[in-house]
Nanobody, 115 residues
Framework: QVQLVESGGGLVQAGGSLRLSCAGSGTVFSFAAMGWYRQAPGKQRELVADITSLGSTNYADSVKGRFTISRDNAKNTVNLQMNSLKPEDTAVYYC?????????WGKGTLVTVSS
């Protein structure tokens, strides 16, 4: 069982920055593909960025050049550095671990970007 806890959300003005962290439990964390997803009110959950166990990354077009995903397997954490935030980035951000094809989700952290 993998447990994930997100932190770092909050209220920020447009153009500002936030850093989200996801702390995972379990010795298999380093084998998991990790991702950050978000869900805005009235919208479907969407991929923001993901990172493989070997460190390869992938980003949604809407965040390329502004967000950076990283992981520290020794600390069982995955981070999302978000710069140049826009009001449309407002959403609940979720951490996901994918192990043997099975997704595990955190409860989410709210990011609100004011204009």
């Amino acid at each position: 069982q993998v447990q994930l806890v997100e932190s770092g959300g909050g209220l920020v003005q447009a153009g500002g920055s936030l850093r989200l962290s996801c702390a995972g439990s379990g010795t298999v964390f380093s084998f998991a593909a990790m991702g950050w997803y978000r869900q805005a009110p009235g919208k479907q959950r969407e991929l923001v960025a993901d990172i493989t166990s070997l460190g390869s990354t992938n980003y949604a077009d809407s965040v390329k050049g502004r967000f950076t995903i990283s992981r520290d397997n020794a600390k069982n954490t995955v981070n999302l550095q978000m710069n140049s935030l826009k009001p449309e980035d407002t959403a609940v951000y979720y951490c996901r671990a994918l192990l043997a094809g099975i997704p595990h989700w955190g409860k989410g952290t709210l990011v609100t970007v004011s204009s």
